[in-house]
Each structure stands twice: as structure tokens, then as C-alpha cells.
């Protein structure tokens, strides 16, 4: 299976493997971290949009939302979902804008999907120069040197008379800049079971490094990865939402 294999191949599951995700409150979480460190403007763009459920809930509280994504058909089932954005078919580590953007957004460690360090630093070289003066990029991310590569997340949902079993976890060698994601899908139908697995190359770095990387382009506030309440990192959690604010 292709390394983009899930997310083309298999994008009509996409939102039933994701349904457990609070969506709302992450992009309320994101609106209110721009509320305060932001330059009161109201134009946003998400990278990794997928089908854009992110950009439905940045429109809904008053933006001007588009998205971007590596996949086309995951911006064809985005741009039902949120006809009055525009999408565009892009790779978040070399993009372009028509004009420039307020705030920036990359939700579920989409950021990690910059292949290797060089592009994740032409991806945020690329945020610097879609940015307003005073606007700011909003991304969580994992820390390489936290992850339990023993460690899954899982759960199970019903469509269509099909009864799903999605599983997802980090792997890390614990040397370089490299890890995986690994993901598998089970589809049991009546008594027949298909099963999907895929593996993808994510950039994996510490968070010490991250910040090298950000400090030429931005005032840099690290948060909890915690979307009910705002709570600045305790510097133990390997998980944590960035706030970058354009210099």
C-alpha cells in the first residue's frame, strides 16, 4: 500500500475512523488562543485539512476559512462540507497564498508529515510568509523523546451495516528524525473481515529542536495539550499545542 494510501485509496473512511474526535472543541480552543495572542484578524487557513471538519467550525465562528490538503479527495469531500471555502491541492512544506493570512492552522500532529527536517523548516518558512504581521500558527505535535512506541490508541464504530476497528500509534527507533504512524482499519461485514494496514514516514524531532527551528520566524508559547482549558506546559508532557506569533 502507498505511503498516501489511507487518506486517497481509503478517504471514504476517513471521517469514521476520525469520529471520535471533538473537533469543535479544538477549533474553539484555537479561536480563543487567537483571541489573545492574535492581531484581531479573521483570515485563516488550515493545513492537512483533510475533509475539513476544522474549517466548517472556523467558519461558523466568524472566519474567512480555506484549507489545503496533499489529497484530492479528501478536498472534494471538504468542499461539500464547506462550499463557501476554498481548498487547494497543495503540500503544506512549499505553499503559497493569494494573499496573506491571520492565523494558521495544523491540527492532529498533521505537522509531522513534513518529510524530514529540511521540509518542515520550508514549512515554516512557507507560514512566515502567509502570515500578517502579528499573526500567528497554531499546530500540536509529540516530542520524539516521549513517545512509547508500545502505545495505540483504538475504537470501533458501526456504518452501513459494517462494524469498524480503527488503531493508530507512534513508533519511534529512539535515534534520527524519523518515525512512523502506524494505522489499521477492520471492516467486518455479515462474517467477512477486511483488514487495512498502512504505515506512514513522519518527521520526528525533540521539542528542543523544534523551537531552534521556529525561533527565526516567531514569538514562540508552548501550551498543555489540553483543548477544554488554556494551561502553559509543564515541560513533562511529550504532547503539546504550539502558539507562533509572526516577527
Known sequence: MSANALYTDLSDYYDLMCADIDYQAQSNSIHRLHQIFGNSGNIHLDLACGTGPHVRHFIDNGYQSSGLDINQPMLDKAKIRCPE??????????????????????????????????????????????????????????????????????????????????????????????????????????????????????????????????????EIQIFEHDYDKITLWAERSGNAIFVCVKI
Open 85 to 218: 471555502a476554498q481548498f487547494s491541492l497543495q503540500n503544506m512544506s512549499e505553499f503559497k497564498v493569494t494573499k496573506h493570512v491571520d492565523l494558521i492552522t495544523c491540527f492532529l500532529y498533521s505537522i509531522h508529515y513534513c518529510d524530514g527536517i529540511n521540509k518542515l523548516k520550508e514549512c515554516l518558512a512557507s507560514v512566515h510568509n502567509a502570515l500578517n504581521v502579528g499573526g500567528i500558527f497554531c499546530f500540536n505535535t509529540v516530542d520524539k523523546n516521549k513517545i512509547d512506541s508500545d502505545s495505540f490508541v483504538e475504537h470501533t464504530a458501526t456504518s452501513e451495516n459494517s462494524f469498524f476497528t480503527f488503531r493508530s500509534g507512534w513508533h519511534y527507533s529512539g535515534s534520527g528524525s524519523k518515525q512512523l504512524l502506524k494505522l489499521s482499519i477492520e471492516k467486518t461485514t455479515a462474517d467477512k473481515t477486511l483488514v487495512w494496514h498502512d504505515e506512514h514516514p513522519m518527521v520526528a524531532f525533540s521539542y528542543t529542536e523544534l523551537k531552534e527551528a521556529l525561533k527565526p520566524y516567531f
